[in-house]
């Protein structure tokens, strides 16, 4: 049960982390542009 919670908990992590870098990319790639 312990270790489903802390599955669950990583998969969400990994998928913010994710999300995070794809934003930062973006913008960084916005601001260069510009």
Same mark, same amino acid.
């Given at each position: ?6 599955? +669950?908990?990583?998969? =969400? ?6 999300? =995070? ?5 973006? +913008?960084?790639? +916005?601001?260069?542009?510009?």
């Amino acid at each position: 049960m312990i270790g489903d919670e802390v599955e +669950r908990n990583g998969a =969400f992590t990994s998928l913010k982390m994710k999300y =995070f870098h794809s934003a930062t990319q973006g +913008r960084g790639r +916005r601001a260069g542009t510009t």
